[in-house]
């Protein structure tokens, strides 16, 4: 897939899955803006991709300020006169149960994800709508988003946000040609390296390259961040052209599409309802489609 004479901005790119992001598209044609708040993690992904003859500079800088996201987009432009792609991977965790989370935990991570995506996509958007030949919108959310995960109150609300927030620009982008669609991925990164039954197969592939099982490849549909990326490159393409508003998943061996939330049931009472009816109906209505919440927990094969 070409992506020659397009320009792309990935935040959180130094290392894990932003990287795998920035890499492809180097790989494919596109010059990548790449942004790290570690200024040598950023410097070294840019080697690292110009080592293997792609375009790339690095641009420093904690996304969540407006100055920031504005700085990634001029940089873009100065660079290599132009922007066609953005997206938005940078995050941090902060992982604490509710009755223990503090105000800064809960504010640093809304911060980074959905300040930053906000403010990053504004900007981008912008220059977009200025440039006028349209556009690519990739933002990243997670299954705790999709689904809610313990410990991760702050980390879920931001991802949930993240998906909400590309549903509603795709609508505002349409007339601009822009298209904006959430990523669900799932990947061995330093996210994810510390859960207990990921954990062992993370290590061994880090240590000697051992690939991932195949009940994690296929049945959980977790991989390396390379495993992430072609869909990034394809939401990035000319080929994805008319693709928005939608939160595709990706992992290891599986490509899925995360469904729009929708009523599921629904029951009409003449006058409202009080909360004895509401009683009375919900075990036979919509008590029999109550839906499930979290993450399943992988189940190895024995």
């Not at 020659?4 to 180097?26: E, H, K, M, Q």
């Not at 935990?105 to 030949?133: I, K, N, Y």
């Not at 994690?216 to 991989?223: C, P, T, V």
């Not at 508003?245 to 049931?265: F, T, V």
Request: hydrophobic content about 45%; overall charge negative; glycine content about 12%.
């Amino acid at each position: 897939m070409d992506l020659s004479g397009r320009v792309a901005i990935v935040t959180g790119a130094g290392r894990g899955l932003g990287f795998a992001y920035a890499s492809a598209l180097a790989a494919a044609g596109a010059a990548v803006v790449v942004n790290d708040a570690d200024g040598g993690a950023a410097t070294g992904a840019v080697a690292q991709i110009a080592g293997v003859g792609g375009k790339a500079v690095a641009e420093p800088g904690a996304v969540g300020p407006a100055a920031v996201a504005d700085r990634l987009v001029e940089r873009a432009v100065a660079e290599y006169g132009r922007l066609d792609v953005l997206v938005t991977n940078a995050g941090v965790l902060r992982d604490r149960m509710l009755w223990k989370m503090s105000d800064d935990e809960f504010d640093t991570v809304l911060d980074v994800h959905l300040r930053g995506t906000f403010t990053c996509v504004r900007a981008a958007v912008r220059h977009m709508r200025e440039q006028g030949d349209g556009g690519r919108v990739i933002v990243v959310g997670s299954p705790a988003g999709q689904r809610g995960n313990i410990g991760q109150t702050n980390y879920s609300a931001a991802k949930a946000g993240i998906v909400a927030m590309a549903r509603t620009w795709s609508m505002e982008c349409a007339k601009a040609d822009i298209m904006v669609n959430a990523v669900v991925p799932v990947a061995a990164t330093a996210m994810t390296s510390t859960m207990p039954a990921f954990a062992p197969h993370i290590e061994a592939w880090q240590q000697d390259g051992t690939p991932l099982p195949a009940w994690l490849r296929a049945g959980e549909g977790f991989g390396t961040p390379a495993d992430a990326a072609g869909l990034v490159v394809f939401l990035a393409s000319a080929e994805s052209h008319g693709v928005t508003g939608q939160a595709i998943g990706i992992g290891g061996d599986k490509l899925s599409l995360w469904s729009h939330p929708e009523e599921i049931a629904a029951s009409y009472a003449e006058g409202g309802w009080s909360p004895d009816a509401i009683a009375a109906t919900w075990p036979t209505t919509h008590g029999r489609v109550r839906q499930s919440v979290g993450i399943p927990l992988p189940e190895q094969p024995s």
